[in-house]
């Protein structure tokens, strides 16, 4: 396959779970703020630096405000990763790998953007529609994954999509656990509280992980689900069951599954079985926000390598 | 209901498709006129606005020249289609497969023997002086002799009801996906009409097109390309469109690389060798070592590998020639010349203004005429006399006399017309018509075509840069 397709179809995959992503945390801050006492704003500054463009938000807006949050994260051209950015990202991507997806992928995603378009160009919204909006979205972006796993042959093409999907997915959850569990764990008074749990709760449904979590642990504790959503290998958001996600899709493009043929299939493997032999409470003791940071360094690092290894251009010229 | 209602259509002083002059229907639109009389005016038009929406989903959306904005627009389909009959069909496949026989031996003949210049049949210095002739390609003979793969001319039926060729396009004709995405949209518009009728199907195209394109070659199992001036080109949806319906891999400039004379693409598992390119990418930007320096579209190399025959380039440089509209006069001796035969398909007179008489007479009857640049396409470059400013003709005039190889002058033909639906009435439109053949080991006419309209009252510029819409091109088993 195409280096350059290669390229676009892992970030086509790449913007689409950014996109779900965002769209999942500002639906899950709406239920929240209705739970928390009005006027209550700071909720809404996590939520950027979740992002990681809290930089970018504070050159663009001079006070933190909901309305001024939820523009930036949704609609605003300046933002790279706002959600109408990132939709009309993976558009244009699949546009220009057309020949490579299927019809039903297609024109999903062609729908979901001008539904996304329509969307951001109405003046006004209510919290009302802004919330049905957000849905739309994450029910948008999840019948894709559906229709990609179920129209697609496990080609290359399939296989750098689910990659950039992994990594994307891994990146996000660990950026929400970084930032929610140090403003949780940061107030003390609140612990055990019943708004303590309600912060909790929202957490793991900032990751689809609520069910689920319940379901194994019952009862909501921080290390339970810091263990949850690092180290599960079967709960399909947790960093490490994406990076086994990712390493498959790696072995499959790579041609081997013994020892790593490439840069990528090694700093990947190195960061999997880190995480398969480790304990929560020793990642507690090292500190989460380190450990957590270290992950997100790594799984830049490990992006990087994908693209040197198969998308660059001077790579495979002279090889 | 509120009934179609046809008492105020206007059929006079046009060729009408769908009723004669004293507005009875014609025979091939007797089912279609009663299907619509059933279904009413409102249905008429959610039909249309679904087929709008159809359009938009399937992403047949192009960017327009010249807009800075970045808008995407859909190619209005218009759901009223174009009915040819079987025996209308015939003529017009053996007078485009005659003409295009003898298009590529008149090529294969510029570049190499130069018979036709010799015998003067045409003036080498149209020839020579043509923007679109490659000197390169003095003495080249492509695979199978073949220069011309790919043809879609364009066909207008006048007043007189007969067809005429308006122009030839073989460099790189476009707007065959619509054809065939038009025809998929109509199936869905009027299930029941296609059980009816017996409507010649098109959607082997791609099918023809791939062994078309695999013939060229003798290697085994030829890797095939289509090579798109990439996203932001107008055309870019049929690029796609191709390249997926025909399995074959979607390359920009930058996937190509040449080593060697050899064309090779960069994969994720290193190079791999390349066959045959369907090229959407004019000539001169396919090799900026060879042609325009600064193209970023095509591949430093190719024109090289191309000459070697490494590599098989599909329409073959060069056939732009024929494209020149003054060139196109010719075309009924060039005809004559090769095969001996009296033109079928008639041309549109012309009057080239590099001669002294036809100048003379374009400049003192320049009211009555179409003037149109020779290199220009694409609806630009163009006089319409009757509808233009004094201003305006002067201008004209100033050009042609300022450089007269580059005008010629045809009469105005009235294009004939379709009803279409125009706001919530019916109203006739101009059509033209552009069937595509593709040259392999015989000529294949495609039974269908690319139905353009002029959406704007009045108008006869079908483009669809210029305010054009398509129609889906029925053509009859009977």
Not at chain 2, 43 to 66: C, E, I, P
Not at chain 2, 174 to 195: A, D, H, Q, W
Not at chain 2, 374 to 388: E, Q, V, W
């Amino acid at each position: 396959m195409l280096g350059r397709v290669a390229n676009t179809i892992y970030w086509m995959n790449r913007y689409l779970e950014r996109a779900e992503n965002y769209a999942r945390f500002m639906d899950v801050n709406f239920n929240l703020s209705l739970e928390l006492p009005p006027n209550e704003t700071e909720q809404w500054k996590p939520l950027v630096a979740i992002t990681g463009d809290w930089k970018l938000f504070q050159s663009l807006y001079s006070d933190l405000e909901k309305n001024k949050v939820i523009h930036f994260l949704t609609f605003d051209e300046n933002n790279p990763n706002s959600i109408c950015n990132c939709i009309s990202n993976a558009r244009e991507n699949a546009r220009a790998i057309r020949p490579e997806i299927t019809k039903e992928v297609w024109e999903q995603i062609n729908a979901l953007y001008y539904m996304v378009k329509d969307g951001s160009e109405k003046k006004t919204f209510t919290d009302n529609n802004l919330r049905s909006f957000f849905s739309e979205i994450k029910k948008g972006c999840q019948l894709l994954y559906g229709m990609y796993d179920a129209t697609m042959s496990r080609n290359e093409a399939w296989h750098f999509g689910k990659l950039g999907q992994a990594i994307e997915r891994a990146d996000k959850t660990s950026r929400v656990l970084d930032v929610k569990y140090h403003l949780l764990l940061g107030s003390p008074k609140d612990i055990g509280s019943s708004l303590d749990l309600i912060q909790w709760a929202a957490l793991l449904k900032s990751v689809s992980a609520y069910d689920m979590y319940r379901k194994k642990y019952g009862k909501l504790t921080a290390s339970d689900i810091a263990q949850f959503l690092i180290l599960d290998t079967t709960f399909p958001r947790s960093i490490l069951a994406c990076l086994i996600r990712a390493e498959r899709s790696l072995i499959s493009l790579s041609g081997s599954s013994f020892g790593f043929n490439n840069l990528a299939q090694k700093q990947l493997g190195s960061l999997k079985s880190q995480l398969e032999y480790v304990a929560i409470e020793d990642i507690i003791k090292t500190g989460l926000h380190e450990y957590l940071d270290d992950i997100q360094q790594k799984l830049n690092s490990i992006s990087t390598a994908i693209y040197d290894s198969f998308f660059s251009l001077e790579n495979q010229v002279n090889s | 209901m509120q009934k179609l209602d046809f008492s105020a259509y206007e059929t006079k002083g046009f060729y009408d498709e769908m009723f004669d002059e004293n507005k009875q229907v014609r025979p091939n639109y007797k089912l279609f006129l009663e299907r619509l009389e059933k279904i009413g005016h409102k249905k008429l038009n959610s039909l249309q606005h679904a087929t709008d929406r159809a359009q938009l989903s399937l992403g047949m959306t192009f960017n327009v020249y010249n807009d800075n904005q970045g808008v995407e627009r859909i190619l209005h389909l218009d759901i009223i289609p174009r009915i040819i009959g079987n025996k209308e069909w015939i003529f017009l496949e053996k007078g485009l497969q005659q003409r295009i026989k003898a298009l590529n031996l008149f090529i294969q003949d510029i570049y190499n023997d130069q018979k036709v210049l010799k015998d003067k049949i045409i003036p080498k210095e149209m020839i020579f002086s043509s923007i679109s002739y490659l000197k390169e390609l003095e003495g080249f003979t492509p695979p199978k002799d073949i220069w011309c793969h790919i043809t879609g001319s364009d066909l207008i039926k006048g007043g007189d009801g007969n067809y005429y060729v308006l122009e030839d396009n073989l460099r790189c004709p476009s707007g065959v996906s619509y054809m065939l995405e038009n025809r998929e949209i109509l199936k869905r518009t009027f299930p029941e009409l296609f059980e009816k009728l017996d409507v010649k199907p098109v959607y082997n195209y791609t099918h023809i097109l791939r062994d078309t394109l695999e013939s060229l070659t003798d290697i085994e199992k030829p890797t095939v390309v289509v090579l798109t001036p990439g996203t932001f080109n107008a055309a870019y949806f049929e690029h796609s469109y191709l390249a997926q319906q025909m399995g074959a891999e979607l390359v920009e400039g930058g996937d190509l690389i040449v080593k060697n004379d050899k064309v090779y693409m960069i994969t994720t598992h290193g190079l791999q060798r390349v066959d045959v390119i369907y090229r959407r990418v004019d000539d001169d930007f396919i090799d900026p070592l060879v042609f325009n320096k600064n193209s970023l579209l095509g591949c430093r190399g190719l024109f090289g590998a191309y000459l070697k025959g490494n590599v098989t380039l599909v329409n073959a440089p060069g056939t732009g020639v024929v494209d020149d509209k003054a060139v196109y006069a010719y075309i009924p001796r060039i005809i004559k010349y090769y095969l001996g035969e009296e033109m079928i398909l008639p041309n549109v007179q012309t009057y080239i203004c590099d001669e002294e008489s036809d100048r003379k007479y374009v400049i003192e009857n320049i009211h009555n005429l179409v003037v149109k640049q020779t290199d220009a396409s694409g609806g630009y470059g163009m006089l319409i006399g009757p509808k233009s400013t004094k201003k305006e003709q002067q201008e004209f005039v100033a050009k042609i006399k300022n450089n007269p190889r580059n005008y010629i002058a045809q009469p105005m033909i009235n294009l004939s017309r379709v009803p279409t639906i125009a706001d919530n009435t019916i109203e006739g439109r101009h059509v033209d018509l552009r069937p595509y053949a593709l040259y392999g080991d015989t000529i294949k006419i495609i039974p269908g075509a690319l139905t353009r309209v002029a959406l704007k009252k009045g108008s006869i510029v079908v483009n669809s840069s210029q305010g054009g819409g398509s129609k889906d091109t029925w053509v009859l088993n009977s």
